[in-house]
C-alpha cells in the first residue's frame, strides 16, 4: 500500500512539473522562425482567448504553419464560432473577426476543397466579405478543374427583341442576364467590364449607356469560371432628331393654290407627312419625296413630319405672290431671243450672298438650366444649299432651296457652342454659333452634395509603397464618381498642420472625428489596409462627424498588390460607396411638426440619411415664354429618422419648417 501511494505521489509530481514545464515553454514552442522572421505570435500577453487564438492562427498561416493555424482557428470557434466585422474583444476594443473564412483559405492552400467551399460559404453567409468571395471563387474554379469535364460556355441573353436597334432612348438601357451552373464570373460591355463581388450562377444586368446620335455596335461578352466566354453583339442606332426637309421649289398656280416640291429624310423612316394640315400617304421609307398641290389660305405653308421613333421637324414655308413659278412661267413664254437674254443675264449675275441661317427660340447666346437643349432650323438661299453641317458633322441628304431640321444636343456645364454651317451652290458660307451657358439648380449641384474627406487608413502587416498609394487612388475615384462633395487634400494637410497632427495620430477615431469637422467635412471615410504575402485587404468606412454613426462599411480585396491592381481596388471601393449613397429623388408628402414625410420608402432609402429639401422654380426664356428649365430654392436639410414600406420620416435640422409644404421635393444629400 504504502509503494502505491509512493508511486501515485510520483506520478503527480512528474505530471505536474511536466504541465509547469509546457506551460513555462509554451510562448517559445510555439513560435517558428522562417526566414528570420518570426510565426506564431500575437500584440501583448497571451490569454488563451478567442482573439488571441484568431490572430495567432492568421500569424501562422502567414508562414504557411497550417496545420498549427488550424488548430488556433478551432479553438477560437470554440469561444465564438461566428465571422464578424469588429466584434468586440474587452472594453472598447474591436478586430474584424473572420475565423470561417481564415479557415477556408486554410483548406485551400492544403488542397481540401469541399471542406474549403463549406467554410467560405458559411463564411459568407454569417458575414459577407471581399476576400471570402475571391477565395471561394478560386475553390470553384479548382473544383471545376478537378472534376475534368467538358465546360459550355454561359448562356448569354439580351432583353432586345432584334440584333439592329433604332431608338432615341437617352441614356440608352442594355440589360440582360447570363447564367452557368459553373458560376458566371465577368461581364463586359464592349470590353468594359461590369463591378461584381463574386462569381455566380445568374446574373442579371442593367446598364445606362450615355450613347451619341448615331451607329454603335455595342459587344456584350460573358464568361465563366473555367474561361469559357459567350459574345452577343447588337447594333444601336441612336436618333433624337427629326426627319431633315428640303423644300426644291414652289410654284404658284393661282390667287389661291401652290405646288410644292421637295423632299423628308430620316435615317429611321418617315412615319407622317403632314402639309398645309392635309396627311400625305407614307410608308415608313428613308425618304420620302412629294409634290403637292395646295390651296392657300395664309401667307405660310405649315409642314410637320415625324420619323418612325416619334422625333419632329416642322417647317414654316412663306407663299409670295410672286414666285418662282411665275418666273419659270415668263421665261418658257418668252420668244427665243429675249428668252436668252433674260436666261443669260440672270445666270451672268453671280451670287454673292451666303445662306440665312435661323433658329426658331434660341438667341445667339442663352443661360438655360437644362441638361440638353433641342434646335429647330431654317436654311434659306435664292440657289440651293448644298451643304449643311452642325458641330462638324454633315446632316444635308438632298439639295434645296429652304431645309429645315431640328437636333437635340447634350450639354455639359458650363459654356457649350453649337456651330451650324451652310454653303451654296455659288460657294458662298454661313457660320452661325450659338452658345449655351448650362447652370446647374442650386439642390443639385454638386457643392451640396454630402461632404467628405478621406483619412490616412490603419497599416497592418508590411505595407508595400505600392499600398500606401491607395488613399490618393480613392480619392480620386470619388472624385471620378462625382457623387460626393470631396474636401481639398491642401486644406486636410493645412489642418493637420495647424493641430500639429501626424498622419498615424489619424487612426484613432476620436482624433479623425474632430478632424473631420474641423475640415467642415460631414463625413470621413477611415479604415484599415491590410497586406499579407499573398494579397490585401481593405475596409473603408463612412463616419458622420456629427453623430459618429458609421453610415457605411465596405471592403475590397486582391492578391495582386501593384499599383495598376490598387487603383483597380480603389474603383472598386469608390463604386460600392457610391451604391451606399444612390442619388434619389422624391416628395414630401407632408409636413408635420419639426418632421417631414417623404415618398422614399424602405427599398429605396436607409435611416440616417441626409436630405436636401427644395422647390423648383420654371425659368421662362423672357421672349418666347419656352421654358428653357427650372432653378430651385433650398428650403431646408433633414436627416431620416424612420423608414416604413412606402414612406420615409426624417427630422429637419436646417430651415424654416413652416415653409415646406407637400409636393417639394427632397434629394439625397
Known amino acids: 500500500m504504502k509503494i502505491v501511494r509512493t508511486y501515485t505521489l510520483v506520478t503527480m509530481v512528474l505530471v505536474s512539473s511536466i504541465l509547469l514545464y509546457q506551460c513555462v515553454s509554451q510562448k517559445p514552442d510555439n513560435v517558428y522562425v522562417k526566414d528570420g522572421k518570426k510565426y506564431g505570435v500575437v500584440r501583448g500577453t497571451f490569454r488563451s482567448r478567442w482573439w488571441n487564438y484568431y490572430e495567432r492562427a492568421l500569424s501562422y498561416a502567414e508562414g504557411d504553419f497550417y496545420r498549427e493555424s488550424l488548430a488556433d482557428l478551432d479553438k477560437a470557434l470554440g469561444q465564438r464560432d461566428k465571422d464578424q466585422r469588429m466584434a468586440r474583444t474587452y472594453g472598447m476594443h474591436f478586430i474584424d473577426y473572420f475565423p470561417h473564412r481564415e479557415r477556408g483559405i486554410v483548406y485551400y492552400r492544403v488542397g481540401n476543397l469541399e471542406e474549403a467551399r463549406k467554410e467560405l460559404e458559411l463564411s459568407l453567409q454569417q458575414y459577407p466579405s471581399a476576400k471570402a468571395r475571391f477565395y471561394l471563387d478560386k475553390v470553384r474554379k479548382a473544383l471545376i478543374e478537378q472534376a475534368g469535364k467538358v465546360v459550355a460556355p454561359p448562356r448569354l441573353a439580351l432583353d432586345v427583341q432584334k440584333v439592329e436597334i433604332w431608338t432615341k432612348q437617352d441614356p440608352f438601357i442594355l440589360s440582360g442576364s447570363a447564367e452557368d451552373e459553373n458560376y458566371v464570373s465577368a461581364i463586359r460591355i464592349n470590353r468594359t467590364p461590369l463591378f461584381m463581388e463574386g462569381a455566380r450562377k445568374r446574373v442579371a444586368f442593367k446598364e445606362p449607356l450615355p450613347l451619341g446620335e448615331g451607329r454603335h455596335e455595342i459587344v456584350v461578352a460573358a464568361e465563366n469560371l473555367a474561361g469559357k466566354r459567350a459574345d452577343r ?23 389661291d393654290r401652290i405646288k410644292i416640291r421637295g423632299s423628308v429624310y430620316d435615317e429611321a423612316g418617315v412615319s407622317r407627312l403632314e402639309i398645309g394640315g392635309r396627311s400625305m ?25 415625324y420619323d418612325r421613333l416619334g422625333n419632329r421637324t416642322s417647317a414654316t414655308v412663306p407663299v409670295s405672290p410672286v414666285s418662282t413659278g411665275q418666273a419659270a412661267t415668263m421665261l418658257a413664254c418668252s420668244d427665243s431671243r429675249t428668252g436668252g437674254l433674260l436666261m443669260a443675264g440672270l445666270l451672268g449675275k453671280k451670287d454673292k450672298n451666303p445662306p440665312v441661317i435661323r433658329i426658331r427660340d434660341w438667341a445667339e447666346k442663352e443661360k438655360v438650366f437644362l441638361d440638353k437643349v433641342y434646335l429647330e432650323g431654317e436654311i434659306r438661299d435664292d440657289s440651293k444649299i448644298k451643304g449643311l453641317w452642325i458641330n462638324k458633322n454633315p446632316i444635308l441628304r438632298r439639295e434645296g432651296k429652304s431645309i429645315f431640321f431640328s437636333h437635340l444636343e447634350r450639354l455639359r456645364e458650363g ?28 439642390a443639385l449641384q454638386l457643392e451640396e452634395r454630402l461632404s467628405l474627406t478621406v483619412l490616412p487608413f490603419e497599416q497592418k502587416g508590411t505595407i508595400s509603397e505600392a499600398s500606401l498609394s491607395f488613399q490618393d487612388s480613392l480619392v480620386d475615384s470619388l472624385v471620378n464618381q462625382n457623387r460626393f462633395n470631396l474636401v481639398e487634400r491642401e486644406k486636410l494637410d493645412d489642418v493637420l498642420r495647424e493641430q500639429k497632427l501626424s498622419q498615424t495620430a489619424l487612426i484613432d477615431k476620436g482624433t479623425a472625428l474632430r478632424l473631420g469637422k474641423l475640415v467642415a467635412a460631414e463625413s470621413i471615410i477611415t479604415g484599415a489596409l491590410v497586406e499579407t504575402k499573398s494579397g490585401v485587404e481593405i475596409v473603408g468606412r463612412i463616419i ?20 495598376p491592381g490598387l487603383r483597380t481596388l480603389a474603383e472598386g471601393m469608390a463604386i460600392k460607396f457610391h451604391r451606399d449613397f444612390p442619388l434619389l429623388e422624391g416628395l414630401v408628402i407632408k409636413q408635420k411638426g419639426k418632421h417631414v414625410f417623404t415618398d ?30 427650372a432653378d430651385n430654392v433650398i428650403l431646408g436639410r433633414a436627416r431620416v429618422v424612420q423608414v416604413m414600406p412606402e414612406i420615409s420620416k426624417a427630422e429637419v435640422e436646417e430651415g424654416e419648417v413652416s415653409s415646406i409644404r407637400p409636393l417639394d421635393k427632397v434629394i439625397t444629400e
Open 233 to 255: 453583339t447588337i447594333v444601336v442606332h441612336m436618333d433624337r432628331t427629326g426627319p431633315i426637309v428640303s423644300i426644291e421649289d414652289t410654284i404658284s398656280l393661282g390667287p
Open 281 to 305: 400617304s407614307v410608308a415608313g421609307e428613308r425618304e420620302v419625296t412629294f409634290e403637292e398641290r395646295v390651296p392657300v389660305k395664309y401667307k405660310d405653308l405649315e409642314l410637320v413630319t
Open 415 to 442: 459654356t457649350n457652342a453649337i456651330l451650324i454651317e451652310a454653303r451654296d451652290e455659288a460657294g458662298n458660307k454661313a457660320l452661325k454659333k450659338i452658345l449655351f451657358e448650362r447652370e446647374i439648380p442650386k
Open 544 to 563: 458622420d462627424t456629427e453623430t459618429s454613426e458609421i453610415l457605411a462599411t465596405e471592403d475590397v480585396y486582391d492578391e495582386v498588390k501593384d499599383l
Open 600 to 629: 422614399l420608402g424602405q427599398d429605396q432609402i436607409k435611416l440616417h440619411r441626409r436630405l436636401i429639401i427644395y422647390r423648383e422654380e420654371p425659368i421662362k426664356h423672357p421672349k418666347t415664354g419656352k421654358v428653357i428649365g
